[in-house]
């Protein structure tokens, strides 16, 4: 079992940046492909990024892609997400997620088997 605790979400102004990060502990975080997921009010969760096992292949939704940028350390057991140019839009709980059968990256959330408690982020406008 993979513990995942994510950090660094709170209030910004539109236009701003926040970095996330998740610190993954109990297992071989190096091995495994990370995503980023987020939850708005009365919405479902969706897929925000994902990275594969080494750091070489990212992938993004189409609503962050240019803004936001995921990145890992695996000497750390730690992912980012760097978020830029926000948006009242991006306001959600952000979950990161960890995919432990496997190192390829998916957009699917199902294919993840490891979730953290999320972090809250606020744009306001």
């Known amino acids: 079992q993979v513990q995942l605790v994510e950090s660094g979400g709170g209030l910004v102004q539109a236009g701003g940046s926040l970095r996330l990060s998740c610190a993954a502990s109990?297992?071989?975080?190096?091995?495994?492909?990370m995503g980023w997921f987020r939850q708005a009010p009365g919405l479902k969760r969706e897929f925000v990024a994902a990275?594969?096992?080494?750091?070489?292949?990212?992938y993004y939704a189409d609503s962050v892609k240019g803004r936001f940028t995921i990145s890992r350390d695996n000497a750390k057991n730690t992912v980012y997400l760097q978020m830029n140019s926000l948006k009242p839009e991006d306001t959600a709980v952000y979950y990161c997620?960890?995919?432990?059968?496997?190192?390829?990256?998916?957009?699917?959330?199902?294919?993840?088997?490891?979730w953290g408690q999320g972090t809250q982020v606020t744009v306001s406008s």
């Open positions: 109990g297992g071989t975080f190096s091995r495994y492909a």
């Open positions: 997620a960890a995919r432990t059968d496997s190192g390829a990256y998916s957009y699917y959330d199902r294919a993840y088997d490891n």
């Open positions: 990275i594969s096992w080494s750091g070489s292949r990212q």
